[in-house]
């Protein structure tokens, strides 16, 4: 299975309580994202890998959850103003942030 179809089995399969706990917080939920660009990493994903596999979480995050806080309000804005490219840019910048502040 690829890292997107992956990425979108662990999301359906979360219960709904562990994702509130993640989004409840926006250090939490990078802390939860960092852990999984770490995993990524260690099973040989490039960053390419990671960034497509980011953009499979955003999409569902934009189609299926409610921002809990400023900061994923903003995020979901800027990825539902955005065209694939710009979407696709806003996952690298979310991977390097989350490799930069782990």
Do not use: C
Not at 2 to 15: G, I, N, R, V, W
Not at 27 to 50: A, H, I, P, T
Request: glycine fraction near 4%; avoid cysteine; aromatic fraction near 4%.
């Amino acid at each position: 299975m690829d890292p997107k179809e992956q990425a979108k089995d662990h999301l359906q399969q979360m219960d709904n309580e562990k994702k509130e706990d993640i989004l409840e917080n926006f250090d939490k939920f990078k802390g939860y994202l960092s852990k999984q660009v770490d995993k990524g990493e260690k099973l040989g994903m490039d960053e390419e890998q990671l960034a497509k596999t980011a953009e499979t979480v955003a999409n569902h995050l934009a189609k299926h959850e409610e921002p809990k806080n400023r900061e994923e309000y903003l995020l979901q804005q800027l990825w539902k103003a955005g065209n694939k490219d710009q979407q696709h840019t806003l996952a690298h910048l979310l991977v390097n942030l989350v490799k930069k502040t782990a």
